[in-house]
């Protein structure tokens, strides 16, 4: 849906109201598909930028050294154009390890019967490897959410919805099965995976980040008796689930719908969990912030985000040191905008939102990355763009 | 039996640009066509149902809807796929197939969907399916998630259709 340019606008200072603007490579023109929009984006070591592209069916994998000044010849990791589902809840996921080995997860297919590969560049993106189905074949089953995250360790994880094994009238009722699939580098020619759980709402993206024992955390939509979509949280380690799946949200959102409005997790280093989510349920409505510290079994009181009447939606959140940082978008009538509001503290105070970017074209969700300097935005919208903005 | 078989072909060919025609009714939604689809039907009640392809609950939901029609010819019923004008073939294909494809159907067709939701309803988050039950002075009920057949049967006495 969305056909964004490759152009990159770098907003530094942002706080002092001056912006410097680079313009975007010229060599792009022309190489690739006119549709190209960046699906993701990450740093990684040495405070490298590096952005997963889809353009016609294909996936791309470029870098910047600049913060998005100038970017290397985008990498092609599929061999021929595919379907890759590349929008809003369903896209492909971009991570970097420590030794600069770069891993793309996507999923191929229709909505209803899609199919997940992993490709991993051992040579730092100069070149990928052919990809490999981490999931089973594509069958009639929905089959959505691609997530994935590299430990520490440098094991990666990758986690998807599924309801092959149910028929998707039965997962709308009762949620799809979370699949996973992990391995470490040099990845063999096809990966196993199994089934973490089921009741997992089947539309709606799925958060996951890595704890300080290195084991990676997922924080999700659930369909609950009675068809109540609310947030729940899980632990794996490489030989699956660490206990069960548990209730994190008591929002009580009794719908039989896509809200396709997924959850945001994030891991700070001294453990604590900062999670977003969004709800329309009988004891809270809109889009809500809290913190736990024991390892996701209570929260923190849930803090309100955003302007109800402006739509507030889509948030994400990011915790660096001490640091953290939310985002979300707005919408007017006329303009979307995004919103961020900073925490010195660990989460416990908050500054005002503060309006960082807007555009009034087709705009992505607004996600941040971290390098060593701090934290970004990086959006994805049709009147400029990706844009990678700085939040200090 | 040789030339059978390019008559055969003709003959699916044929048909199958029969389909085309009756399934090539898609509108495209844009600023303005809520107001046209409700201008249309002064003093009617209808149904607007706001689906998309990429949404299984819709899906079920179609199969539903599909049936009442069979049931009440009269169902005034109206179809708005959130998905891009792009899929419009993919979209048609599917009300074919369901059997859907004489209902008024429209097509997201703004460069800017967000515009277009906020325009059919300003509190609304895009949750899919979204329906809004207009009763004949066209004061409206939104709901979102899957309906049920006996609601809109319910609706439909209600309503007097």
């Known amino acids: ?392 | 039996m040789r030339k059978v078989k390019p008559l055969l072909a003709f003959g699916l060919i044929l048909a199958c640009c029969a389909n085309l025609a009756a399934a090539d009714q898609l509108h495209p939604f844009k600023t303005g066509s809520l107001s046209e689809i409700v201008a249309t039907r002064e003093g009617n009640p209808f149904l607007l149902n706001v689906w998309s392809l990429d949404c299984s609950a819709c899906r079920a939901e179609m199969n539903m809807l599909a049936k009442l029609r069979k049931e009440y010819p009269n169902f005034n019923l109206v179809l708005v796929a959130t998905d891009d004008v792009a899929r419009s073939a993919e979209v048609q294909a599917f009300l074919l197939e369901r059997g859907l494809a004489q209902v008024e159907s429209w097509i997201f067709a703004e460069p800017n969907p967000q515009r277009l939701r906020y325009e059919i309803d300003s509190g609304w988050y895009g949750e899919l399916p979204r329906s809004y039950f207009y009763d004949p002075k066209h004061e409206r009920l939104g709901v979102s998630g899957a309906l049920k057949a006996k609601q809109i049967r319910a609706w439909m006495q209600a309503t007097g259709h």
Request: some cysteine; aromatic content about 8%; hydrophobic content about 40%.
């Open chain 1, 1 to 392: 849906m969305f056909s964004f340019t490759l152009g990159v606008v770098v907003l530094l200072s942002l706080l002092s109201g001056c912006e410097t603007v680079a313009t975007r490579p010229a060599g792009y023109r022309g190489e690739i598909s006119a549709d190209a929009a960046v699906a993701a984006a990450t740093f990684g070591p040495g405070d490298r930028l590096w952005r997963l592209i889809a353009a016609g069916g294909r996936l791309y994998v470029d870098a910047s050294e600049d913060h998005g000044a100038s970017f290397t010849r985008p990498v092609p990791l599929n061999a021929d154009a595919e379907r890759v589902l590349a929008q809003a809840e369903d896209r492909p996921v971009i991570a970097v390890d420590a030794q600069e080995r770069v891993y793309v997860l996507y999923a191929v297919g229709t909505p209803d019967a899609a199919t997940s590969y992993l490709s991993v560049s051992n040579t730092a993106g100069r070149s990928f490897q052919a990809p490999v189905p981490v999931s089973d074949p594509a069958k009639a089953g929905g089959h959505t959410q691609d997530a994935m995250v590299v430990a520490r360790s440098g094991r990666i994880y990758a986690f998807w919805n599924d309801d092959v094994d149910m028929g998707s009238a039965r997962a709308e009722k009762q949620g799809a099965g979370l699949y996973f699939a992990t391995a470490v580098a040099p990845l063999a020619a096809s990966l196993s995976n199994r089934k973490l759980t089921d009741g997992m709402c089947n539309c709606c993206r799925i958060a996951v980040d890595v704890g300080v024992d290195d084991l990676p955390v997922v924080f999700g939509r659930f369909v609950f008796p009675g068809s109540i979509r609310d947030h729940g949280m899980l632990k794996a380690s490489p030989a699956g689930l660490v206990g069960p799946p548990w209730r994190v949200t008591e929002d009580d959102w009794r719908i039989e719908a896509c809200p396709m409005h997924g959850p945001a997790l994030s891991i700070a280093p001294d453990g604590r969990y900062h999670a977003v989510w969004f709800t329309q349920g009988r004891r809270r409505q809109g889009l809500f912030y809290a913190h736990s510290d024991d390892q996701g079994k209570h929260f923190s009181n849930p803090m309100a985000i955003g302007e109800a009447r402006k739509l507030a939606q889509h948030a994400d959140v990011l915790a660096a040191g001490t640091g953290v940082v939310l985002v979300w978008k707005e919408f007017d009538g006329r303009q979307t905008h995004i919103l961020s509001m900073r925490s010195a503290d660990g989460g416990d105070t908050w500054s005002a939102p503060s309006a960082i970017a807007r555009t009034s074209s087709d705009s992505d969700y607004p996600f941040l990355i971290k390098d060593s300097s701090g934290i970004f935005l990086s959006w994805n919208n049709a009147e400029h763009g990706h844009q990678l903005i700085t939040i200090r």
